[in-house]
């Protein structure tokens, strides 16, 4: 269901007597491709039983391109518009729309206006998903555009800032008819009332139809990111509920751990270095049997002792909270759950659902670019760079190769560099200058990156390996991402949403030293 070019000059013909001689009291934008035109009747020639103001709607929506008078509500757009609307806003205020007429008898229409800026055109190229709105200067020469147009084989692009507007001539011309709107669309049950209805229910019949169809359009696309957000968010939880049930069941053996401990340093000069296991008598089990301790055969026998009282006491701190991070994981999992059948459920408001569970916490914002801000794509980098509470750069590898190149051959000796202690993650490196000490709250907004960009983000503390670089080597044969240490210390973290929320607010690529 699309206008054709007869709909097109129909609509025209329509509107060309209504609007002709009005004044554009503003310019509303609706990224990427709709804008409203509200228009005002000049002073003094205005019916006095007409409606103060109409709004023209030019909609370039891939989904159902048109353009009608907008009598139904419309939310305002909340957010920047981008330098396209800006510039239709600075041109088109108190301009005089002089006409609205078809273009080449195709699905375009010119409309001319004239204002302060001189003669001003807008073209609405209704061409399905290449529909797309010009705005022309003098000379017909395009002064701005809401899409860029695609280019195919290097060759120089339809249109261009600076350059005379010329039409589409992608294809063959659609085939000629002569079916009317009311015919095509069907007259709508229900006009709105006062007397637009009565002077344009070709327009009224358009936004019922189409406007419906694009908003059923824009519902299902809200509808169809809320399901992929939730998704997405559901396989994380998962995973964190995943590791902590794992994480509480080696919990629960800590003991065991703490007695293989005593039972090993009991059994000193029994073994030595190299030895894979030791059988030592349990005498903390009923009978005394004998009990087989596997041994790290790279560590000397005090070493593997004190490896499984370190082993205990990570354990034992861990006993101390994941009982409440389970219970908080579990909860956030059900509202999950109930929000994945609520989005299922085509009376709920996709978009407003998506705020509702942004607002409760189960959703992060969507990260929307800012239209104004558009610049070329820079080369990527292994890392990601966030800012520290003092300014230092703290960058956060982007997968097990990216971590390499980041600690072993970008972070200087002086770095430190940061790991959690308990699993897998993404290297973090805290950049030093040679010969100071790093910021203890910069260690701790490092130490919070390494715990975000892991397994286990989402917890409430953890031990956070810290060390400087020049302590950090990378075994022979060793898979990616993994290093040895041979210095350092291990932090433990007590996570501050505040923090870490401020870090990733702050995420940026910082300027290049001069």
């Not at 491709?33 to 019916?47: F, K, M, N, W």
Request: charged letters at 30%; aromatic letters at 4%.
């Amino acid at each position: 269901m699309s206008l054709t070019a007869h709909h097109v000059a129909q609509l025209c013909d329509e509107l060309q007597p209504l609007l002709a001689g009005w004044k554009v009291k503003d310019v509303q934008g609706f990224p990427p491709r709709d804008v409203l035109l509200i228009l005002e009747p000049q002073a003094g020639a205005g019916d006095e039983d007409g409606p103060a103001v109409l709004r023209l709607r030019l909609a370039a929506d891939p989904s159902a391109p048109r353009l009608h008078l907008q009598q139904g509500r419309l939310q305002r757009h909340d957010g920047p518009v981008g330098p396209f609307f800006q510039k239709l806003t600075a041109d088109l205020v108190g301009a005089t729309l002089r006409s609205i007429a078809p273009v080449r008898g195709d699905r375009m229409v010119l409309l001319e206006l004239r204002g302060d800026e001189g003669r001003r055109a807008l073209v609405v190229e209704l061409f399905g998903r290449r529909a797309n709105l010009v705005l022309l200067g003098a000379g017909d020469k395009v002064l701005a555009m809401a899409a860029e147009p695609p280019t195919k084989g290097g060759k120089e692009p339809r249109l261009a800032v600076g350059s005379p507007w010329t039409a589409p001539g992608a294809g063959k011309p659609p085939p000629p008819s002569s079916v009317g709107i009311l015919e095509s669309f069907g007259t709508p049950e229900e006009l709105p009332p006062g007397k637009v209805k009565d002077r344009a229910p070709l327009s009224w019949t358009v936004e019922c139809n189409l406007g419906s169809a694009a908003a059923e359009a824009h519902d299902a696309d809200a509808r169809r990111t809320l399901r992929q957000r939730v998704k997405r968010r559901l396989a994380r939880t998962r995973a964190l509920l995943g590791g902590l049930e794992a994480k509480a069941d080696a919990a629960d053996g800590a003991e065991r751990i703490r007695m293989d401990g005593d039972l090993l340093k009991s059994a000193l000069g029994t073994f030595k270095r190299g030895d894979r296991e030791v059988r030592v008598q349990d005498w903390f089990a009923e009978g005394t049997p004998e009990r087989t301790i596997e041994l790290d055969p790279k560590l000397a026998p005090t070493e593997n002792v004190q490896k499984l009282f370190d082993r205990f006491h990570k354990l034992e701190r861990a006993r101390a909270t994941v009982g409440e991070e389970l219970d908080r994981a579990r909860a956030r999992m059900g509202a999950l759950e109930a929000l994945a059948e609520r989005a299922e459920d085509r009376a709920v408001d996709a978009a407003k659902l998506d705020a509702e569970a942004v607002e409760a916490g189960l959703l992060d914002p969507r990260q929307v670019a800012d239209v104004r801000k558009r610049k070329a794509p820079a080369p990527r980098k292994p890392y990601r760079s966030f800012v520290g509470t003092h300014g230092s750069e703290i960058r956060v590898g982007r997968t097990s190769k990216d971590n390499d190149t980041l600690t072993i051959r970008l972070a200087r000796g002086s770095d430190y560099w940061l790991h959690t202690a308990d699993c897998p993650g993404s290297h973090v490196v805290l950049c030093t200058p040679k010969g100071k000490e790093p910021d203890h709250e910069e260690v701790l907004d490092a130490a919070h990156l390494a715990i975000h960009f892991s397994p286990i983000r989402g917890t409430d503390r953890a031990p956070v390996h810290v060390a400087q670089r020049k302590h950090i080597h990378k075994p022979k044969g060793a898979k990616p991402g993994l290093v040895a240490l041979s210095g350092g210390r291990i932090l433990e973290v007590r996570m501050q949403q505040e923090r870490l929320d401020a870090l990733l607010r702050g995420a940026h690529e910082p300027p290049t030293p001069s």
